[in-house]
Nanobody, 124 residues
Framework: QVQLVESGGGLVQAGGSLRLSCAASGRTFSSNSMGWFRQAPGKEREFVAAIGWSGAYTYYADSVKGRFTISRDNAKNTVYLQMKSLKPEDTAVYYC?????????????????WGQGTQVTVSS
């Protein structure tokens, strides 16, 4: 099992930037692919971005492509989500998740471990 703790959320104006962090502990971090998901009020949880075990492969939802960047530092057991050009529709609770495989996936059902989430609010 991997324990995940997100941080870095907050309130930002439209057009602004935030960087989310997800610190992992427990099972060997580098053997997991990682993902970021988000859930807005009244909506289902949706995929945002994923990264493979080495960081060489990344995968993004169309809605964030070109604005968000996922990265990881295996030496620090941390995955990041750099968010730029934020829009009010990006407002949600953001979750990181660990998948017990080295490849990337946007399917939340394939992720075994989840953090508690961090709130991101983008004002217009």
């Amino acid at each position: 099992q991997v324990q995940l703790v997100e941080s870095g959320g907050g309130l930002v104006q439209a057009g602004g930037s935030l960087r989310l962090s997800c610190a992992a502990s427990g099972r060997t971090f580098s053997s997991n692919s990682m993902g970021w998901f988000r859930q807005a009020p009244g909506k289902e949880r949706e995929f945002v971005a994923a990264i493979g075990w080495s960081g060489a492969y990344t995968y993004y939802a169309d809605s964030v492509k070109g604005r968000f960047t996922i990265s990881r530092d295996n030496a620090k057991n941390t995955v990041y989500l750099q968010m730029k050009s934020l829009k009010p529709e990006d407002t949600a609770v953001y979750y990181c998740a660990a998948r017990r495989s080295m490849g990337v996936s946007g399917n939340p059902g394939e992720y075994a471990d989840w953090g508690q989430g961090t709130q991101v609010t983008v004002s217009s």
